[in-house]
T-cell receptor
């Protein structure tokens, strides 16, 4: 069974610091990786996607993928209180199969 | 990305009844999916809604309990049948097929409480 694992947290980070969120997955041939942000009572919002080894930057967010070690991470620079949310890691395991498998999510709290 | 709406946004239902949830997209999309998010948990895929054919269900989910329709490329329904309190959950539809890598985008969700 394909699995995606995240530390459930809560992860507390001071405002202005870097928040680092990690995710590991079980299938070495996984294709695509996504980070969603979910505010309490809201639906998940896609914030980053990454497909190749290395870093991908978008504003204050950087996704890092290491397929050999089977992990993907999300860095949030200059953390703001509005970044407080649950962050869900999702993996598309097979090319041509659009099914997403989600981790349990990491609850992030930014402390003013 | 497409604008996705769901109806109802929330409902409280009695045990043994059924509820149909609608998902409407403002543009044609190739793929639509239905997820469940139980309280305090992550998302679990129920099924892929296929246009013009039966939905593809994930392990643990059956058509009799969660019948799905997809009459066209902008609309789908999920019915939760013969409900029990264990069905209390948030039900989310998502769409994919518009981005280069078929990223999935979620509707606002339907919060269901079964008494």
């Amino acid at each position: 069974q394909k699995e995606v694992e995240q530390n459930s947290g809560p992860l507390s980070v001071p405002e202005g610091a870097i928040a680092s969120l990690n995710c590991t997955y079980s299938d070495r041939v996984s294709q695509s990786f996504f980070w969603y942000r979910q505010y309490s009572g809201k639906s998940p919002e896609l914030i980053m996607s990454i497909y190749s080894n290395g870093d991908k930057e978008d504003g204050r967010f950087t996704a890092q993928l290491n397929k050999a070690s089977q992990y993907v991470s999300l860095l949030i620079r200059d953390s703001q209180p509005s970044d407080s949310a649950t962050y869900l890691c999702a993996v598309k395991f097979h090319f041509g199969n659009e099914k997403l498998t989600f981790g349990t999510g990491t609850r992030l709290t930014i402390i003013p | 990305s497409a604008v996705i709406s769901q109806k109802p946004s929330r409902d409280i239902c009695q045990r043994g009844t059924s509820l149909t949830i609608q998902c409407q997209v403002d543009s044609q999309v190739t793929m639509m999916f239905w997820y469940r998010q139980q309280p305090g948990q992550s998302l679990t895929l129920i099924a892929t809604a296929n246009q013009g054919s039966e939905a593809t269900y994930e392990s643990g989910f059956v058509i009799d309990k969660f019948p799905i329709s997809r009459p066209n490329l902008t609309f789908s329904t999920l019915t939760v049948s013969n409900m029990s309190p264990e069905d209390s959950s948030i039900y989310l539809c998502s769409v994919a097929g518009q981005g280069t890598y078929n990223e999935q985008f979620f509707g606002p969700g339907t919060r269901l409480t079964v008494l």
